[in-house]
């Protein structure tokens, strides 16, 4: 039983790990929108690591009857996830890097545990989406709105109401949920309410409260997350630099693995 | 030329035909999403050139909300899988409405299977749109209104099950939580000092255990206006109760909503939900917070109600002592308590001299309130966890745990000293005292609360027949 407990947020989180037990540990955190695979093209490069990565409660293998609504309405319950992951692996000297929202959980993680962390390397980080006052976040709560019925539409109504139809197998929703997803596997309500808590966070206060060294990566033309918001992130974060990429995009880790890569162990060789 | 050369022009001629014009477009993108050719569908449906689209990115062309789902969710299943099915987009078209978009994407890999281009082909889904728009609204309206249904159900079940304040303060405090996602939820109720807040919460909110209600806080205006205050962040905090925005950013929560606990009298407290996000409050969260607050205004004071009616079954409605009732079941309690203890116990039965004259000649209602002060100054001299009932008429009786015989003996000298004292307002030649009985039992087994009872209202008899104003004590 003991042991069980032990791993209460290995097997929540479906932690993952590859490269050398005894090496420095990264924890890759991915975003919203995929699971731990959005980092499959980046991590063999750093085998030589202890290379740690697991799936937000709600996406990937992540135990979806974990998902607890409230303490998942805003980041600071992924965030604790994160810290809990850390403790139960007993990881320290942590370099932790964050894709996208996940960028911003490890910003709430190191800011409430800063000992653990010995780095945070934010990939396309927005503390905030939406345009407030002179602040250019890109998106108004018209264009989150828009975003959440793209997903209703996508997956709650046509996955779960027009695809067991189709598939002629009504009684057996869960087949045509496989079927629409192979990679990235999410609940669909839990998308919309992940998107909501992403897309409609507001952590700019915290991003001065940041003692870890930091570095902020950035693609070229990203629409998601425009330089502006980069460097916005880079201006709050006193010992942070920025870095932009060539790639263009939001996910240089599956467009442009290798850049990515580049960058981020340079970055670590540094530190 | 041969006839198969012509034919064979004629095909290509038709396949670019079929190309430029098919009923759907056609775009190939580079793997970072640039569009390097577009037919001429695509082109007339997206209100661009062909020549005005190369070049541009392909989710630049969707609006800002797609865009977003297309970055975030579609682009990183693509680039995983290696295509994409029927995705439901929405493309922006300057000067004419939005076209809503299907659309399938294949990844054409290199010689080193990295992707060298992307194929999409699109498909207008107005038609499609409209249907399924309706059904999806249809349906998501059903589970809205078939949701806050089932909230006010477990409402009615949770609260109708408390029986304690601090059980239903508990059962609202939990379905409020868990219908609207807050990080934490709390009910306080208002007494003399303020608003409480309830014992059984984990003090996770940033509340403080009192709110004085002139206090500059959501707690205490919701309840002196008896509305709903909502604050839906922390600049929004900062601006209307700059005290306390640092503390409840430390909580890691930034915005709260009150609601009063307004049944049709009054206002008996509020219920506060906190979030550790920002938000607008939709209307129906509101309404939905102020008909539980109200559903738990009723409980509370449904529950009040059973306990005060189960005080007055219980107690002497003219002095608030005990009654016969509570007395025997208290005694039968104390006598088993003393058996197994080992530890003595004594009952002390007293009847007052001279009340018969205070009654006869001045009436009942100064009766009555010699009985209360007798009533208070037995109070006043007795252990706090003896008790005092009052037996009939101008008969009482105390109980007392863990008294021997002399402790019976030294406060039954202090009931009658107390009583003896003069009456304020009374005639001095009519005086009361109390002819005391007291009934101790210590180590013996098997005696029952109707014995103990009987032999301190002999021992009481004695006390009377030999004088008045006098004690006598009997080992029972």
Known sequence: ?271 | MSACATACVVADDDLIELYERAPCGYLSVTPDGVIIRANLTFGRWSGYTVGELLGRRFSSLLALGSQLFYETRCLPVLLLAGELREVLLVLERPAQDALPILVNVDVVPDERARPRLMRIAVFDASARQDYEGELLGARLAAERSEAQVRVHQQATVSLGAGRTVAGVAAALSAIVRSASDAASATVMLVNDAGLLLDAVTPVSAPSPEVVPIDAQRPEAEAFRRGETITVSSLSDMERRYPAMADAVHRARLEAMMVTPLLDDESCLGVVVSLYGRRRTFPPEQIEMHIGLARQGAQALRLVRLQLQLRHMALHDQLTGLANRELLSSQLAESIRSAESSGRPMSLVFLDLDGFKSINDQLGHAAGDSVLVEVAQRIRSVVREDNLIARFGGDEFVVLCHDCDRRDAEQLSGRIGAAIRQPLAGIRDDLRVTASIGVACLAGRRGANGDDLLHAADGAMYRSKATGTDRTTIIDA
Request: net charge negative.
């Open chain 1, 1 to 271: 039983m003991l042991s069980t407990d032990r791993n209460t947020a290995q097997r929540r989180n479906n932690v993952n790990e590859i490269g050398v037990p005894n090496g420095r540990p990264i924890l890759f955190a991915h975003g919203f929108g995929c699971s731990q695979e959005m980092w499959r093209h980046v991590t063999p490069d750093f085998d030589d690591h202890r290379v740690v990565m697991f799936d937000h409660v709600g996406a990937g293998g992540s135990d979806l009857s974990a998902y607890d609504r409230a303490k998942y309405d805003s980041l600071h319950g992924y965030a604790d996830d994160v810290l809990e992951i850390v403790n139960e692996l007993d990881l320290r000297d942590v370099a932790y890097v964050g894709h996208s929202v996940g960028a911003m959980i490890g910003v709430l993680a190191a800011t409430r545990a800063p000992s653990r962390f010995s780095d945070l390397v934010l990939v396309g980080p927005s503390p905030r989406y939406l345009n407030d006052g002179g602040y250019v976040g890109g998106f108004d709560q018209a264009d989150i709105d828009r975003l959440l019925s793209s997903l209703d539409e996508n997956y709650l109504g046509w996955s779960s109401v027009m695809g067991p139809v189709i598939m002629g197998n009504p009684h057996r929703p869960e087949l045509s949920a496989e079927l629409t997803e192979s990679f990235c596997r999410t609940d669909p309500a839990i998308a919309r309410h992940f998107a909501a808590v992403t897309f409609l966070s507001d952590n700019r206060r915290d991003l001065p409260h940041v003692v870890t060294p930091t570095l902020v990566i950035q693609c070229s033309d990203d629409a998601i997350a425009p330089l502006s918001v980069g460097t916005f992130v880079h201006q709050q974060i006193t010992d942070s630099e920025l870095v932009v990429l060539n790639a263009t995009g939001h996910c240089p880790n599956l467009s442009a693995p290798a850049e990515l890569s580049a960058v981020l162990r340079s970055r670590l060789e540094r530190s």
